[in-house]
């Protein structure tokens, strides 16, 4: 574990080496440098977000009051659109929007950094109609204005090879449906109250 001074310098550090990336990226040589070159860039930002998630372990004075936290739900099923929100009201987040496709989440991202009212947070569905989960947070995680933007991802596949993938693509959480409040609220425990993380 390092200090809160090395977490710091850690990120700045990593930040330096994103917008070094973000600009080779611009003008990739060819086809798989560009490949390689997004790869690198995701595993940096991964890098990024989590120094910064134990870093806001580290500080006591954080209350983790969830209802100042902005959330974007994105599901093809109306019905676990529903359950989520649900979910998340019972935890006490209030600014809950929702999105039927990985598209129209994009839309909704972008619109919102445009008028500097992020998302703090996207909890994904994996397997949509048109883009999958998996290529919104690639997407997410490849837009500078989205960078500290955590992605939780829901899917009902289990397997390693799965969890590989969303790892690899830097996502923040990887949540099994069917959707248990118990573990949903486990995962989210950082935006939480502890008396939030103790409810049944």
């Known amino acids: ?30 086809v798989n440098d560009k ?3 997004e790869t690198q860039l995701i595993q940096l930002v991964s890098c990024f977000n989590k120094i ?7 500080q006591p004075s954080s209350d983790g009051n969830a209802s100042k936290y902005k959330i974007l739900i ?5 019905s676990m659109r529903v359950v989520t929100t649900s979910m998340l009201r019972k935890l006490g987040f209030e600014y809950i929007k929702e999105a039927n496709s990985a598209e129209s ?4 991202l ?13 909890i994904t569905d994996w397997e949509m109609d048109g883009k ?12 500078a204005n989205m960078l ?18 969303a790892i690899n693509a830097g996502v923040t959480g990887y949540i099994l449906k069917p959707l248990n409040f118990q573990i949903f609220s486990q995962k989210l425990s950082a935006y939480l109250p502890k008396k939030n993380t103790e409810m049944t």
Do not use: W
Not at 12 to 17: H, R, V
Not at 52 to 58: E, F, P, S
Not at 132 to 143: A, K, Q, T
Not at 148 to 165: C, F, M, N, P, W
């Open 105 to 108: 989440a994009l839309i909704k």
């Open 132 to 143: 999958s989960g998996l290529d919104l947070l690639r997407e997410i995680r490849l837009d």
């Open 110 to 122: 972008k619109k919102a950094v445009a008028e500097n009212d992020k998302f703090d947070i996207v």
């Open 74 to 78: 994105v599901d093809d099923v109306e």
């Open 35 to 37: 490949e390689k070159l």
């Open 1 to 30: 574990m390092f200090t809160k001074i090395e977490g710091i310098l850690l990120t700045q550090l990593i930040n330096d080496a994103i917008d070094l990336s973000r600009d080779e990226l611009q003008q990739p040589k060819n």
């Open 52 to 58: 910064k998630h134990d870093l806001q372990k580290l």
């Open 148 to 165: 500290e933007t955590a992605v939780y991802i829901l899917t009902g596949h289990g397997e390693q090879s799965h969890i590989l993938k």
